[in-house]
């Protein structure tokens, strides 16, 4: 078991609905010691790959991205969720269903800060159905430029947003995939790596 | 001048209406280095004082704060804009009016992240009105907490948002302090500090 499988056994709350609570760590709380070794263990995973920026999605992306992108010596971009009228010029633009939300928005980015000649590893927090990371790629699309991986903190195995990028062939790294959990007995089992 | 007064003058972009782009380094491309540097610079300026918790607020604040909260070794904590159903218990909660976005958000905090032990370093990335700001410490005192100070990365100085928060004697540290500036010359004068 990795640290951050212990960390969430220790402080996530399973919830009815297969709602894994981390907001003591994770994502309103954040622990950015956690979020250091997370970066050391990305940077491990996607050793050898080319990487020049780091995709990642408004909220609760930003701070993992941010301290991830210390080990990488790379910018970060975040995708925004709505059209700020600070934000000019030309976009690149998706359409991103919120399960939490129980919206849709578009997330934008600018294309200023992302090309051809860009090597883009995405983080983000979590995967569930992967409308979030789908959204993403198709803008690294736009973008003319390479996913170059995807790094998630947590993944619920159980849905199918991890199956699909990894049958397109992405290098997608969870660094815990959650299997099953329930909220009668508050158990969490994770599935080996 | 400063390596971030010196970072605005290279890549920041005056806008009419006094509007300052620094989205190529701070606030939708990030540069994580420089936000070393800025949590290096917070370091020094608040040595001294007991910091337990670093609070900022979504999205742009939390890139800058949890590379910042790295020096000071504390978690962060960032406020929401909108109700989630992620977020269950009790809440903070104040409203901040949104000068970018032309509304008024309520901005919410879970109660188990802030109480009355806790010391806080509140970051964000500008400082105008100040109203955002001024929501956030309304906060930290809903938990009972105390202001340990302020940073900021950019003060716009010919708004009040900065005199306000100083005159109720608040220790407001901001990196750059822009005194004036001029979209037809795209000329910026900062305050010396």
Redesign the interface.
Known sequence: MNFLEERILKDGVV?EGN?L?V???LN??????L??KMGEEYAKRFAGKKITKILTI??SG??????V??HF?V????A?K?Q?????GEMYTAEVESF???NVNTII??K??LGPDDHVLIIDDFLANGCALQGLIQIVKQAGAEVAGIGIAIEKGFQSGGRIIRNLGYQLESLAIVEEMDAATKTVRFREQ
Chains 1, 2 share one sequence.
């Open positions: 919830k709602v609570k907001d003591s760590f309103h709380q954040m622990d950015v010691e979020f250091d408004e909220a930003i701070g993992i991205a941010a301290i992108a210390l010596h910018p970060v971009v975040f925004k709505t700020s009228i600070n934000l000019d939490t939300h129980k980015v600018s200023k800060f």
